[in-house]
Every structure is written in C-alpha cells, then in structure tokens.
C-alpha cells in the first residue's frame, strides 16, 4: 500500500512528461573480453498516444528492448522513464506492481492457460490486481465482446482456432485499460485473414487513445504503425514517420 501510494504521488508529479523516455540504454551479456552488448545505448522517446513500431530482424536487439520496456528485465545501465517514473532500478515487486497497471502485453505465443476458459484467461491479470470477482467478471465480459468473442467464453484453448485465441490475448491484455499495449509479433502464428483482424483491434484500440508499441521482424506488419525505429546490432539506426 505504502509503494502503491508513492507510485501514484510519482505518477501524478511526471503527469506532463513523455510517456517513454529511455536514455543511454544498455544491456550486456558475459561483460569483458566476450561481452555482447544486446542494446547499446539506445535512446528514445515516445509520447502518449503513439502508434509505434519496433522492427528488427533476429539478433537485432529488439525482443531484449521489449523486455526493457515491458519491465520484464533490467538494464544493465541507463535510465528508463515510465510516465515520468525512472523504473531502472526498482525492485522485481515494485516493477511487477507497475506492469500489471500500466502495461497489456500481446505475444506471438497466446500464452493463455490451457486449462482455464476464455473468460478466465482474461480475468486471471485482474485477479493479480485484487479485483473484486463481480467487477473482474464484468470487464472480462465487456473486453471478449469488443473483440468479437462473447460467443466463446467457456471455450478453452485447445476448442479455439489461432485467430480467435490471439483475440482472447488481446481481451486479456485490454480488459483493465492499460495506457500502453505492448505487442510482440501479434499476427506471428496467425494466418493472413486472422493477421487483418487483430491489426484492425490494434487501430482501434489507438484511435480510443491507447499508446501502441509494436515489435516486428515484418516490414508490411511496421507499415501499419505511425512511427517506425529500426534496430540492429543493438542500436536504433533510423526513427521515422509512415
């Protein structure tokens, strides 16, 4: 409680800053004579709103960036802002607290519980939070309609095509109302028509104000975003417009 407060006054004062600020970012692996710098001193900065794309091909440094900016790792040094907020060392408690609020992740994989049903699946992030049973029920109900599946909610898994457990994972990743979707290769595993679907869920989740960052190897897929950096060996080597 006492952190959850701090958090909230630390949010409150960084209210008027960019929404990502990363500065002088590395990650370095077996240090000294074999090191390998998977970032190496990226900087950047995304506002809210954006719709982003990080794209790279494999090596690149990207999925070692998203884990950075999903507070799923560390840096080995620099600065990372989150709202204001320098998260670059906080505690794996304090850094679990912050992306449970802050941030909905999409990955490639679905990651869904293979025992739980749809609407379970997307309730479990809400448990984590101490939601009440009621209101964790009603948003679980409410993010499986927006995405097309409220005809599925005692479905598990394994009685779900690619495309329809991808958009259980986008439920689950939006039913709290996260101000960030961070999504790793979405349409990796899904076929083209599915790959359209969840894009289309994508656009307007960004157009209802949510600040997308997308991680991608695919150039049609970082097409789609408004922003696109480009990684490699570490380094960002272009930040444009589409």
Not at 92 to 108: T, Y
Not at 109 to 138: C, H, Q, T, W
Request: proline share 3%; net charge negative.
């Amino acid at each position: 409680m006492i952190f959850e407060l701090k958090y909230y006054h630390l949010l409150k004062v960084g209210e008027n800053m960019s929404l990502v600020e990363v500065k002088d970012l590395y990650k370095i692996y077996n240090p000294g004579e074999n090191e390998v710098r998977a970032l190496d001193g990226i900087n950047l900065t995304v506002e809210k709103g954006e719709f982003l794309a990080i794209v790279g091909q494999s090596g690149s440094g990207k999925s070692t960036f998203m884990n950075m900016i999903g507070l799923l790792d560390i840096p080995t040094s620099g600065t990372y802002l989150l709202d204001g907020i320098d998260v670059s060392s906080m505690t794996d408690d304090e850094l679990s607290e912050i992306r449970n609020k802050e941030i909905g992740f999409i990955f490639q994989g679905f990651n869904l519980i293979s025992n739980l049903s749809a609407v379970e699946n997307v309730e479990l992030p809400l448990v984590y939070r101490g939601m009440k049973k009621d209101e964790r029920r009603r948003l679980a109900l409410e993010a499986l309609e927006r995405v097309g599946l409220s005809h599925r909610l005692n479905h598990l898994p394994k009685q779900m095509s690619g495309g329809q457990q991808q958009r259980v994972a986008i439920a689950r990743a939006v039913a709290a109302r996260p101000p960030i979707i961070l999504a790793d290769e979405p349409t990796g595993n899904l076929d083209s028509h599915s790959g359209i679907e969840v894009m289309k869920i994508l656009h307007e989740l960004h157009e209802e104000g949510r600040t997308i960052i997308l991680i991608t190897h695919d150039n049609d897929i970082a097409k789609e975003a408004q922003r696109v950096i480009r990684i490699q060996d570490g380094q960002i080597i272009a930040d444009y417009l589409n």
